[in-house]
């Protein structure tokens, strides 16, 4: 079974193999493709579900041998009056259909936030500046937030986790039922 990642980042392709071995037991190929997300570098609320499905689609549209086709796109959400980052996933399989899910959100430190609006600056190039004035090495934004205790891996694993549970549902599942 083929599954082509709209991304070649080395975390979301190790991500999304991880899961799905933990789902299937048959051979698996997972293969990479540098999808465009066509939105911002650190996509906003409803942008962070478009990137992942635009990726899902444009990996769609450029290989045609792939059982199933995967977007994954991290953004920061607001909820409730904070802002959080949480990664969405989308699975388009051979047929079009589409599956979506996400993953919990980490709340974005206030530290952070008040950087960015002291710099003016996006979230991406505030956590440059900050990684390497704190030289962090290897730096990973969850890792950066949690003082080294979480991973951002964790939500991507997370939204594919939640949408491999709606494509490969069992009979006994509620997303068979009509």
Not at 75 to 85: M, T
Not at 137 to 148: E, L, P
Not at 171 to 177: A, L, N
Request: with cysteine; hydrophobic share 35%; proline share 3%.
């Amino acid at each position: 079974m083929k599954f082509a990642v709209g991304s070649e980042s080395e975390r979301k392709i190790y991500s999304v193999t991880k899961i799905i071995k933990e789902h299937l037991s048959e051979n698996i190929e997972v293969v990479g493709f540098p999808a465009p997300s066509n939105v911002p570098e650190t996509p906003w609320d409803n942008e962070t579900h478009d990137g992942a499905r635009n990726k899902a689609l444009a990996t769609k549209n450029a290989i045609s041998d792939a059982d199933y086709y995967i977007g994954l796109e991290s953004g920061l959400i607001e909820r409730y009056g904070n802002i959080y980052e949480e990664a969405w996933c989308c699975i388009i399989d051979r047929d079009s259909h589409e599956f979506l899910g996400f993953s919990s959100g980490l709340k974005v430190p206030d530290y952070i936030l008040k950087k960015m609006r002291s710099l003016y600056l996006p979230h991406n190039e505030t956590m440059t500046l900050l990684e390497k004035e704190h030289n962090l090495i290897d730096a990973d934004t969850w890792r950066t937030y949690s003082g080294n205790k979480i991973l951002r891996e964790i939500s991507l694993e997370e939204a594919v986790q939640n949408v491999l549970i709606q494509v490969f549902a069992s009979d006994k599942s509620f997303y068979k039922k009509s």
